[in-house]
């Protein structure tokens, strides 16, 4: 573990390699798990702003949903979760011409209709955040429909950390993550002289 400020960080983030690979795997993280994205409580008006701006982009089931359930839920660990189709994708994805799953927050987002991305946790994943009173555990996360972005990770040899510099920067800030590239730097030597 590495720690910077209050965060403790797994060495995974900084060995392990991932880049995302839509093409092959459709944005199946969107869709596959046990619930929604995790969401953190001030997200959610946020979130609920934002949907005037998603609306048309949503599927009739998703509207459905969020106007009988909300835009979130607390699933069965107790964490507030993005609401879900049916048990398996969520509220706001939309399919593009390829069939490839996306979220309508970040579709928005990067038509400047909004200036949400889309929650931290999806923004930050295959990261996953566990919050503690006294410090913020950093952790990679390894799911079998990632495999493609591993293997398209190794093959750009792209650590979690770099691949992940801009979410990164947006939760912790851009001094954090300048000590996590120096962090980074003394594990490389440290490997080196083994």
Same mark, same amino acid.
């Given at each position: 573990m590495v720690q910077i400020d209050d965060t403790l960080i797994s060495l995974d983030v900084f060995e392990k390699q991932f880049l995302c690979d839509l093409n092959d795997c459709k944005g199946i993280c969107c869709i596959e798990g046990?619930?929604? *994205?995790?969401?953190?409580?001030?997200?959610? *008006?946020?979130?609920?702003? *934002?949907?005037?701006?998603?609306?048309?982009?949503?599927?009739?089931?998703?509207?459905e949903l969020i106007n009988k359930q909300g835009v979130v839920y607390t699933d069965e660990e107790g964490d507030l979760v993005t609401s879900i189709i049916d048990g398996r994708e969520c509220v706001f994805t939309y399919f593009d011409e390829k069939g490839i799953c996306k979220c309508a927050f970040e579709k928005a987002f990067n038509e400047g209709k909004i200036d949400f991305q889309k929650p931290i946790s999806c923004h930050l994943y295959p990261i996953r955040l566990t919050r503690y009173k006294s410090f913020t555990a950093v952790n990679y996360h390894s799911w079998n429909v990632c495999k493609c972005a591993r293997i398209c990770g190794e093959a750009n040899n792209l650590p979690v950390y770099k691949f992940l510099k801009e979410p990164l920067i947006r939760c912790f800030g851009e001094d954090w993550y300048a000590q996590v590239e120096e962090a980074a730097k003394l594990i490389e030597q440290e490997k080196n002289k083994r």
């Open positions: 046990d619930s929604g *994205a995790p969401v953190l409580e001030n997200e959610v *008006a946020v979130m609920e702003d *934002a949907l005037p701006a998603i609306w048309d982009d949503l599927s009739e089931k998703a509207k």
